[in-house]
């Protein structure tokens, strides 16, 4: 039998992340009260250490950015919220399951 590697693990992971559940999974990972609580608690951890890093280490490049070209500007900054959303709900998913694995 081969040995799973870290690519395996993260591959099952993505497919489990957005493979279509049927309405009783759906109804059993409804989340509780408790574990929405924790979500936002994390995610809003997680999006004020993202929005200090970029105004600390791009704010200057933004603003040249934004001075000598607004098209590319309006790229850049939509694909940093897409990127931004994608990471920190991969990131969110993963730190629950973490804690609720710890937890149960």
Do not use: H, R
């Amino acid at each position: 039998m081969k040995k799973k590697t870290a690519w395996d693990e993260i591959k099952a992971f993505a497919i489990e992340l957005v493979k279509k559940k049927t309405k009783a999974q759906q109804i059993d990972s409804a989340p509780s009260g408790k574990q929405f609580a924790l979500e936002i608690g994390i995610y809003v951890g997680l999006l004020l250490c993202y929005f200090f890093l970029v105004l600390s280490f791009l704010s200057n490049w933004l603003k040249n950015l934004f001075d000598q070209n607004k098209l590319i500007y309006a790229l850049v900054a939509w694909a940093l919220v897409a990127g931004q959303g994608v990471v920190l709900e991969i990131v969110a998913v993963a730190l629950l399951k973490v804690i609720k694995s710890k937890t149960d």
